[in-house]
């Protein structure tokens, strides 16, 4: 997972998988820390995610997508894949803000996201996501693509023509050749972002 290269964890790290779907983020990291809370939109999901917990240290939230939650204290990491993307201008600003304010001083914030310079694509462009995050006075630790968007590789892997055995290294492959090409995106790719609170 492309998150490993850039995650420096101790084992106690009190985590947030934000808009966590199916659980698929909170059952990978679930073993590295000490727990997890996974915070999701819908019921299916909710319920999907409890269905596929194996960890102890995994709980579940469901919450209406506009009213964020009180916790009790606050995050070392927060993950989010798929789902700042889905956000532009004002909406993710505030959302950001919402989040950055779960943080610990010193905590990680870490999202894979459809970043394009399209604005027919209706994704938020590397300017964007950069600048909401520099309001909410969270550092850029680490951005730059690690997939294209329509790779044909994809489809091979869709389809079953590539075996499971073959992705980790084909993705690593993908993280390393992307990983210093920023250029304009016309379609979309996706991006890796890390940020620290200070």
Known sequence: MAFEEVLELKGNEVVLDFGCGSGRISSWIAPRVKRVIGLEITREM??????????????????????????????????SVGVLQTMKGEILKSTVSQLAGYLKNGGRFYLIEHVSDNPERGWPSAKEYLQAFEESKL?????YPIRNGR??????????????????EIAQHEIICRRDKKKKVSYYQDHLLAFKKS
């Open 46 to 79: 909710i319920d999907l995610a409890e269905a596929y917990r194996k960890a102890e240290n995994v709980e579940f939230f469901l919450y209406d997508g506009v009213h964020f939650p009180v916790f009790s204290s606050q995050f070392d990491l927060i993950f």
């Open 139 to 143: 550092k850029c630790l680490h951005h």
């Open 151 to 168: 790779w044909w590789m994809i489809y091979l892997i869709r389809y079953g023509i590539i075996p499971r055995r073959l992705f980790s």
